[in-house]
């Protein structure tokens, strides 16, 4: 009977031996050996290719394996990883005053109020040229009515807004109700904190003004203007809105109401309307006589402390008062007692707005961002640093101080003179005006308009107004210091800066600030002044020169009628805010010389 065949794998094993690949002894225990683990791994191979759910126990293996391996290791000798907040994130100003004190003491080499403005207007530059018209009025076609809620310069805008309306509709202006706002508290009317009279005399051949709604006009809505059309207009509406929808209505019912009439009007409009603008904010409204008798009062107070300085004195608008400091969600040096304090005040100001779900807080975020109000001791350190010395006097601008006994000392002790409108009036004399906030803010507008220089700290409409106010009356130079407080953040929070680099980095900062008046070289109006030959050839252009990359300003520059240029002269009507567009344009325009400085709301 025939066997069956061997396998090739152990003939080839037979062929080996037969050849004498093995030697006897050694080599046949290595090979039995080395079979061996052969066989034993085939045999593992073979039973988990059977079994395949065996493979699924593979990574719990290598789990309880690594578990192993890292309890036989000590976590002491892991490193630590340490999280340091960036700079510029944290408030660190009050340790900063008390390293830099004693250097700050002792350097009192400058003197700011002499050389502060060392780029102004060269005088005549810039002038006033708001031409009187003496044209006379058409027939009225109705008359509007307004009524202006907000704060004191959130009403100002809006009684700007209402004379150019009234001019470019041809309307009759009633002079505008103040609104009674539940923030504010103050009844004050028209009357109580602008001159009335003079308001009406100064518009008289651009737009028709008066006191009250004629009572033939009165009778038709039953004595009750509340019965009369009431517009709702949306906020930044064109001027074309009120030419298309506003004007057919005021003919037909020959009175109106636009209520609310807080910011209903674009800033971008046509050179009238902005004309009429202008005329309103610098030449009709004027403060009320009391007002204006307290205001020079004080004026003439600050001069006298500031003799040394030769009557020159520093304004400074502060925010700091509760509800801005709450507002703003910044940390500063108060611990839990602050947070506590702030989050009542937000929540009672704002109920809901800062705790709705999903609403995230990074007070750090909003620090560096430069969204924070300067402390008072920030602001002491800002000027001190800029090379006001402290024999400086200045006066505050601001309401009530958010802890005011605690914040206020450090600047007191840098600037000894410091003055508000309450140290230095007479309680007799500011008795008056207490109870009316309104009232109060226009005080120290007046104030802060005859400073050498005005320092502000936070935006909003008090600056903006009183910036354009400022070109205005100084010939195109506003003479502020607007600070950046992104910068300022991170310098502020250095633990190793020393007092001489801080100082080179503020001066830089105050110069900076006196440069961003004189507009870009590359955008410069002054760069466009033709020479006489070129007169005639310029009067066919309009330049609206820039929208400033920075601070949003739209500058507008026309031609006038020759006479005008002869004397080379360059004037302006306001200061318009505009959106952050930047653009430059060249039109063709052949009428009016002008550009715009002064700002009309936030």
Known sequence: MLSPPSSPRRAWGRRASAKGGWSAGASA????????????????????????????????????????????ISLDSVPRIISRPAPGSVYRSPQLYARLRADMDADNATDALATVWRHAYRGGVWRPCIS??????????????????????????SICNAVAVAGFLNATLVIPNFHYHSIWRDPSKFSDIYDEDYFIQRLKNDVRVIDKVPEFIME??????????????????????????????????????ISPFANRLSFDAPPA????RCLANFEALKFSKPITTISNILVSRMREKSVENNGKYVAVHLRFEEDMVAFSCCVFDGGDNEKKELDAAREKGWKG??????????PGAIRMNGKCPLTPLEVGLMLRGMGFSNNTAIYLASGRIYKAEKNMSPLLE???????????????????????????????????????????TQGGNFPHFLIGHRRYLYGGHAKTIKP?????????????????????????????????????????????????????????????????LRSGLVFHLHTRHPPALEKESWCFYDWIKVSSTKAIFLEPYSHHLYSSFGQFGH
């Open 29 to 72: 225990g290595a090979g039995w050996g080395g079979g061996a683990v052969r066989r034993v791994a085939r045999a593992v191979l073979a039973a988990l290719l059977r079994r395949q759910a065996v493979f699924l126990f593979a990574p719990l293996l290598y789990v309880a394996a690594m578990l192993l391996y890292m309890g036989s």
């Open 273 to 276: 309307v902005q004309r009429l």
């Open 220 to 257: 038709r809505f039953g004595h009750n203007l509340s019965n009369a059309f009431n517009f709702k207009i949306k906020a930044w509406s064109p001027i074309q809105f009120y030419e298309d929808i506003v004007l057919p209505k005021l003919i037909e019912e020959r009175l109106i109401r």
């Open 132 to 157: 009187n018209n003496t044209n006379g009025l058409p027939e009225s076609n109705g008359y509007i009515y307004i009524e202006a809620n907000g704060g004191l310069n959130q009403q100002r805008t």
């Open 414 to 456: 840098m600037f000894p003179l410091l003055q508000t409108k309450e140290t230095l009036a007479l309680d007799e004399e500011l008795a008056p005006f207490k109870n009316f906030s309104s009232r109060m803010a226009a005080i120290d507008y007046s104030v802060c308009v005859h400073s050498e220089v005005f320092v502000t």
């Open 484 to 548: 950046d407080k992104r910068r300022l953040a991170i310098l502020f929070d250095s633990s190793r800066i020393g007092w001489k680099s801080l100082k080179r980095q503020l001066f830089n900062m105050r110069a900076h600030s006196d440069v961003k008046v004189d507009t870009k070289q590359s955008l410069s109006v002054q760069r466009w002044k033709p020479p006489k030959r070129d007169i005639a050839r310029m009067t066919k252009y309009m330049y609206i020169m820039e929208k400033v």
């Open 353 to 362: 707005k800062f705790t709705r779900p999903g609403r995230v807080i990074r």
